[in-house]
């Protein structure tokens, strides 16, 4: 089932309590997915990862890095799949 491929390709992701915390992943001082580097992964990253995907905006290198969830070397729809499987288990 697509839950189960969101949870191989999301296995180092750790959700506790809404925070999320990558192991192993981390970019400089930035967790991957967090694009805007408010410390968060929501919304906002989401907006910014589907601008690159369109072509609207151009990531800078790092911007590319935290976008690339699934590290294949490009910046497409299936990293927003897994930002979104990753933001809908962040849940209340």
Not at 24 to 34: C, E, L, Q, T, Y
């Amino acid at each position: 089932a697509a839950s189960d491929v969101y949870k191989r390709q999301l296995e180092n992701v750790n959700v506790d309590k809404g925070m999320a915390s990558v192991a192993n992943a981390v970019i400089g001082d930035r967790i991957p997915g967090d694009i805007d580097a408010n410390g968060k992964i929501n919304a906002a990253d989401m907006v910014l990862l589907k601008n690159f995907i369109l072509n609207r905006l151009t990531p800078n290198s790092t911007e590319f890095q935290l976008a690339d969830w699934n590290n294949d070397g490009a910046i497409n729809n299936a990293d927003m799949e897994l930002m979104r499987a990753f933001l809908m288990n962040l849940g209340p």
